[in-house]
């Protein structure tokens, strides 16, 4: 196909007429045009915006789980040296070296139970901060919306304003 056949049936497919017309573009014609054009940029700005914020999370979450299992290694190697340095005396009887180990186990488990907590605190108010920002952008989207429906409401009822006007002269015309 020709590069003249693509741009008609654009053309005819945004303006609901042929290319060929002999009528010029109205305003309704171009009005349709910009719309169309306006609601396609924005898509695409929200579709790449979207993607990048997407891409974003996803390595800052791949970053962050990598430093969670290292500080986890980091500290699990510690703790091991630090059992073994506190209770490994020579010639202790075998309870009290069981009772060590329990006492820096539960100890171990209480500092990495406290890290685990400030941790998902830390994602939920990343959480609670994300569905602000959407809350926060999601009402002028909301308020433009509802002005376009006033829009199309309004012009609707001059439509149907003059298409009664039109009625009335056209019986008019009969009588």
């Known amino acids: 196909m020709s590069k003249h056949?693509?741009?008609?049936?654009?053309?005819?497919?945004?303006?609901?007429r042929s290319i060929k017309s002999a009528r010029p573009l109205s305003f309704w014609d171009i009005n349709r045009f910009l719309v169309s054009a306006?609601?396609?940029?924005?898509?695409?700005?929200?579709?790449?915006?979207?993607?990048?914020?997407i891409w974003s999370w996803y390595e800052q979450n791949r970053e962050e789980r990598y430093e969670y299992h290292q500080r986890a290694a980091n500290d699990q190697r510690q703790a091991t040296q630090k059992i073994a340095t506190s209770c490994?005396?020579?010639?202790?009887?075998a309870d009290f070296v069981s009772m060590c180990l329990a006492r820096e186990?539960?100890?171990?488990?209480a500092r990495t139970?406290?890290?685990?907590?400030?941790?998902?605190?830390?994602e939920?108010?990343?959480?609670?901060?994300?569905?602000?920002?959407?809350?926060?952008?999601?009402?002028?989207?909301?308020?433009a919306?509802?002005?376009a429906l006033w829009l199309s409401l309004r012009q609707t009822r001059q439509a149907i304003s003059i298409d009664r006007e039109v009625?009335?002269?056209?019986?008019?015309?009969y009588l």
């Not at 490994?88 to 009887?93: H, K």
């Not at 186990?105 to 488990?109: E, G, L, N, S, T």
């Open 5 to 16: 056949n693509w741009r008609e049936r654009i053309a005819s497919f945004i303006t609901g």
């Open 38 to 53: 306006t609601a396609s940029v924005f898509c695409l700005y929200f579709l790449v915006v979207s993607g990048l914020g």
């Open 88 to 93: 490994a005396v020579p010639g202790a009887p």
């Open 105 to 109: 186990i539960d100890a171990y488990r």
């Open 113 to 122: 139970t406290g890290d685990e907590d400030l941790q998902a605190q830390q």
């Open 124 to 143: 939920m108010a990343r959480w609670t901060a994300i569905t602000g920002t959407v809350s926060i952008v999601g009402v002028p989207l909301s308020v």
């Open 145 to 147: 919306g509802l002005f």
């Open 167 to 173: 009625g009335h002269a056209q019986v008019r015309a």
